[in-house]
Every structure is written in structure tokens, then in C-alpha cells.
């Protein structure tokens, strides 16, 4: 199971204990069904169609299989097969094939589309934005595993005219928001502490200035850092704590990591206008590579 679906929980949690708040039961979030942009300057680019247009039931099955071992052994488990299910298909590449997958804890609703993204994975330049979401990332099957994209791609599985595609079958009816000018109205605060802090070494967060509340923010906005992945966690705080007022709180992860890396994020995070507070995350830790 792709472990974004773990960062997610992880992420309220630890903004959740900065604010003060209790841990909102991630089962009581109203699940929504995702949406995608992809963000690349080439106007020569021409998408490949799907092929094979749909999966045939017995590759359908052997990738269900395997999604099924995997998310029972990592989470503890016991879901059936009858529980898992493919959300969406977006082309098979060399072999490898590109899927969002769902468990019975990871609905994704059919009918309903949402314009505002909340999650941003970035793979050498192209964007992949998720919108409000529990769990439900894009896969790629290859020769009976699953790999996250950045896995596959570092692998050679995938090649960057193929992130380019899949990104493109994620874009319909995606608008990117129009942004008006701000300026901020909050004071900033530093982060003031050290190296020697117990905190993640891939990622930080953020709280934005509350004048900048109708951005959606991606990774070309954090300037000079490495940002591969910019998560906001604003949908699921206000639907908790509808009285929350302040600016975004987005989790950021940096292709880089370190402890040093992460602080010298902060440093160049806290000097744009559009950031009020920039730190270390002290509670979600990735699983190992």
C-alpha cells in the first residue's frame, strides 16, 4: 500500500499536537474523490492514448493480489479481495502499469469533482496534484511489485515522457487557480531551535500568513528548496475545528534529506512573505526506502 496513506494520518497528527488539539479519527474526514494537474513547459508534447484501454480481469486480479498481501502485512490487516479494488487506470508503459488502488478504508466517491488540490508530488518536474484524500495515489505494477512513481522512475521503469503522460490522463477538469495579489498581515516567527532536536529529516512544516488563504501553493513557490512533496492539511483541520483562524498549514518533503538540509529549508522558507511560521516536524517519520 503506497505509504502516502500513512503520512497523511501522520501529518494531522503532528500539526495536531503544534496547535494544541486532539488527533481528529481519520475515519470521521469525509473522503473525496482525487484530482490532478500536471505542470511541465512543453507545448510539442502530445499524449500517447491509453493501451491497452482497460486491463484485461486477469492482470486486474494478479494486481489486486498483490495490493491485498502488501496492505494486510504492513497495516495488520484482514482484508479480503472482495475489500480492494482499482480506482483508476492511466496506461501501461514498457510493461508497468499506472493505478490509483482503494481498500474498504480508502472509498473513492465516482461521481463528484473536486478543483482544489491538496497534495502535490513532484517526479524530476512533473506535478501530480491530489485533491482532498485519504490515502489513493498513483502506483505502477511492474513483474509482481508496486512501486511508488518516484521508485519507479528512479528504477528505470518509467521514463520522464511517461510521468508526462500519466500526468496528462490525470488533468480533466482541472483548473489551476487564478491568484490575486497579497501582501502579508501576520508577524512572522522564527524557529528557534537546534540540530539536536528529535525531529523528521524529510520533512518540515509550514503555516502560512492568513492573508494568503485563497492560494494553493506548489512546489515552484518554495524557492531554492528541493521540494518533492507540499501537502496541505487545512480541509481536514477546519472540517475538525470550523473556527480555526489562521493561513494554510502544509507539510512540505525535501529530495534531500538531513537534519541539516531540513533546517537550512527552514532558514530560506521563513525569509518568503507568504510563510509566518517554518519548523521541523517532530512527530511523522517516513518508513525506510
Known amino acids: 500500500m503506497n505509504r502516502l496513506f500513512m503520512v497523511f494520518i501522520f501529518s494531522i497528527f503532528s500539526i495536531s499536537l503544534f496547535f494544541s488539539c486532539d488527533m481528529p479519527d481519520p475515519y470521521e474526514i469525509e473522503i473525496q474523490k482525487n484530482i490532478y ?5 512543453d507545448d510539442s508534447f502530445e499524449p500517447i492514448p491509453i493501451n491497452p484501454s482497460v486491463l484485461s480481469s486477469e492482470i486486474t486480479n494478479e494486481i489486486l493480489e498483490v495490493y491485498l498481501t502488501e496492505t494486510n502485512k ?21 510493461e508497468c502499469i499506472a493505478v490509483i488502488l482503494f481498500n474498504k478504508y480508502i472509498v473513492p466517491r465516482e461521481e463528484e469533482v473536486y478543483i482544489k488540490y ?5 517526479v524530476d518536474g512533473v506535478s501530480f496534484l491530489y485533491g482532498p484524500v485519504i490515502g489513493g495515489t498513483i502506483e505502477i505494477y511492474d513483474n509482481g511489485k508496486l512501486y511508488s512513481m518516484q521508485e519507479a522512475y528512479d528504477k528505470g521503469l518509467l521514463k520522464r515522457e511517461d510521468l508526462k503522460n500519466i500526468a496528462y490522463y490525470q488533468n480533466e477538469g482541472f483548473i489551476l487557480p487564478e491568484r490575486t495579489d497579497k501582501s502579508p498581515i501576520e508577524e512572522k ?8 532536536e528529535d525531529f523528521d529529516d524529510r520533512t518540515l512544516l509550514i ?15 518554495f524557492t531554492d528548496v528541493n521540494v518533492v ?21 502544509i507539510s512540505i518533503g525535501i529530495g534531500n534529506p538531513g537534519k541539516k538540509n531540513v ?16 519548523g521541523p516536524n517532530h512527530v511523522m517519520y517516513f518508513a525506510s526506502d
Do not use: C
Open 74 to 94: 504492513n497495516y495488520g490487516w484482514n482484508l479480503t479481495i472482495d475489500e480492494v479494488g482499482i480506482e483508476k487506470y492511466y496506461g501501461t508503459y514498457s
Open 263 to 278: 533546517i537550512d529549508a527552514i532558514r530560506k522558507l521563513e525569509k518568503l512573505d507568504f510563510i509566518k511560521w517554518a
Open 37 to 41: 494537474w500536471y505542470s511541465f513547459t
Open 118 to 122: 491538496e497534495l502535490e508530488i513532484v
Open 229 to 249: 512533496t507540499v501537502q496541505s492539511l487545512m480541509v481536514q483541520r477546519l472540517m475538525r475545528y470550523p473556527n480555526y483562524d489562521s493561513g494554510d498549514i
Open 189 to 196: 516567527i522564527l524557529w528557534s531551535g537546534n540540530i539536536n
Open 207 to 221: 503555516v502560512t500568513d492568513k492573508n494568503y488563504n485563497s492560494w494553493r501553493f506548489l512546489a515552484s513557490d
